[in-house]
């Protein structure tokens, strides 16, 4: 919040420079800065007339005003002694000369001094301005009717980006659904943040605020306004079922919400459902919870095995959430939580999706170092692969991964340059052909057995017919020798025995 003035000439030396600083420009308005001099019937146009010079000088003024900050006391519904209706009128004659200004950013408007018949005062300004990149109502009596007065703004300015409704005790269904429903009209505005503050205990009117029909709303506007990326809900009936609509919206693709703040009576089902879309929402970064009802170890768990993996497996690892990087939940909200929980979900990580999945990986190489089969590492990323556990562990763990036989699948080296990559096609086509090859070269090999078998079997058949034909060839001969002798003993003279020879001669 900048200096907040009760004299608007204040900044007139300020405006008057040429420099390319912005300018934060805070201004007091109440009956003191309405009039100065009670005695003086004049006193309230010379004061009003000081508020027209400043606005002349932010029309004329080549810095840009990076916040104007208006905080008006009094009460919005009016009172007898006539003081809001100086303030009104200071107030009037500041907002006639600001139409047209274009080197406001953004506008926040402050306290219960701000109503229906303010708001008037200003009205023509945002209706004609198309540069006011944000605004936000604080603690005022904005309420259905006084919304109303913002509808020409919301529809024509296609260069707002935040709009902030914080502790404002009158904003309730009407309101909202005014509000956002304008804004959605404007096909060009592309709102980045939205923040809608309830007070949700203390000084809070039951009576008044916003039902779930409201709710209702904001998680249907949320759902059409992919353009957010800051969401903050503090609203009492926001509760499991809205938190459900939210984790419809963030389980998109198209989601960009990066930090989420919520408040209400939700409980463990509401964090099951964002836990539930977190698992392929990439843009979460920050949450934080201010205020709920009964979350336990359970809700709280659910978010931080997200973050860091259902189990210690390489899958779980990698396809955990990498982009959380705090969770901040408040003593209140956590107050059935154990504080070891709370600590591990506030200390998720502080480092960049990459660094933080680079760590995932690690862990599980750390623990696993011996047998890392299940990674599946790819041939080409080998080198790299090997990089990493050098870097990470030192040459003891390059030495116990490259030493292990159950990594030998890991450790294929087939330099795979861009030619290799190229001829890729043509190597698998010459393997096929080689695989066809071998198996007609073990065909013909067998072939070739198969008739060096067949002729030695016809060779011992020719040697066993030929020992038969000599063997019959002696048979069939046998007589002739044995007639033959027959001859030549018959031939052949006898020696007569001298015995028998001189018998036969008697």
């Not at 200071?90 to 219960?112: K, M, N, P, W």
């Not at 259905?144 to 707002?160: H, M, Q, Y």
């Not at 057995?449 to 079997?457: D, F, L, P, V």
Request: proline share 3%; net charge neutral; charged share 25%.
């Amino acid at each position: 919040m900048p200096f907040l003035t009760r004299n608007p000439s204040y900044y007139l030396s300020a405006l008057k420079e040429v420099s390319t600083d912005p300018l934060h420009i805070g201004l007091y308005l109440d009956e003191n800065a309405a009039h100065r001099d009670e005695d003086q019937a004049e006193s309230a146009i010379i004061a009003a007339s000081s508020w027209v010079e400043l606005a002349t000088a932010i029309q004329r003024t080549s810095r840009s005003i990076r916040c104007l900050w208006l905080r008006i006391k009094g009460d919005a519904d009016g009172d007898d002694d006539g003081n809001n209706d100086d303030v009104a009128a200071a107030f009037r004659a500041l907002g006639q000369g600001l139409v047209g200004a274009t080197a406001i950013e953004s506008l926040v408007i402050e306290d219960q001094g701000m109503g229906k018949d303010q708001m008037m005062c200003i009205q023509e300004y945002l209706a004609r301005n198309t540069t006011l990149r944000g605004i936000k109502f604080l603690r005022t009596h904005l309420d259905a009717p006084s919304s109303l007065l913002l509808n020409d703004f919301l529809v024509g300015n296609s260069a707002l980006r935040v709009l902030d409704l914080t502790d404002n005790p009158r904003v309730d269904d009407a309101t909202v659904k005014g509000v956002l429903g304008a804004i959605l009209r404007n096909s060009d505005c592309r709102i980045e943040t939205l923040n809608i503050f309830e007070k949700l205990e203390g000084e809070a009117d039951a009576n008044i605020g916003i039902t779930m029909s409201g709710v209702d709303f904001v998680t249907s506007f949320v759902s059409q306004t992919p353009s957010l990326s800051i969401l903050r809900l503090r609203i009492r009936e926001l509760n499991n079922a809205g938190l459900g609509d939210l984790a419809k919206t963030i389980r998109r693709k198209d989601c960009n919400i990066a930090r989420l703040e919520i408040s209400g009576r939700f409980g463990d089902e509401g964090m099951l459902s964002i836990a539930d879309a977190l698992k392929t929402n990439r843009s979460l970064r920050t949450i934080d919870v201010g205020m709920s009802e009964r979350i336990t170890d359970r809700g709280g768990r659910t978010i931080l095995q997200v973050a860091q993996g259902q189990d210690k497996s390489w899958q779980s690892k990698t396809t955990s959430n990498h982009k959380l990087q705090s969770v901040y939940i408040s003593d209140r909200a956590g107050s059935n939580m154990s504080k070891s929980l709370l600590t591990k979900l506030q200390t998720i990580t502080a480092v960049d999706p990459h660094r933080t999945l680079q760590n995932k990986a690690w862990d599980y190489i750390d623990n696993n170092i011996e047998d890392l089969s299940a990674i599946g590492l790819e041939v080409k990323l080998a080198p790299h692969f090997l990089s990493f556990v050098s870097n990470r562990g030192g040459i003891d763990a390059l030495f116990n991964f490259m030493h292990s036989r159950n990594n030998a699948p890991e450790l294929i080296f087939g330099n795979p340059t861009p030619e290799r990559l190229r001829l890729a096609p043509q190597i698998e086509k010459a393997k096929q052909e080689n695989a066809v090859l071998r198996a007609l070269l073990k065909s013909e090999r067998k072939v070739r057995q198969t008739i060096r078998s067949e002729n030695s079997s016809l060779r011992d058949l020719e040697e066993r017919e030929q020992h038969q034909g000599k063997d019959i060839a002696r048979c069939l001969l046998l007589p002739f020798f044995k007639c033959l002798e027959m001859w030549q003993s018959y031939t052949e003279p006898v020696d007569i025995a001298p015995s028998l020879k001189k018998e036969l001669l008697s």
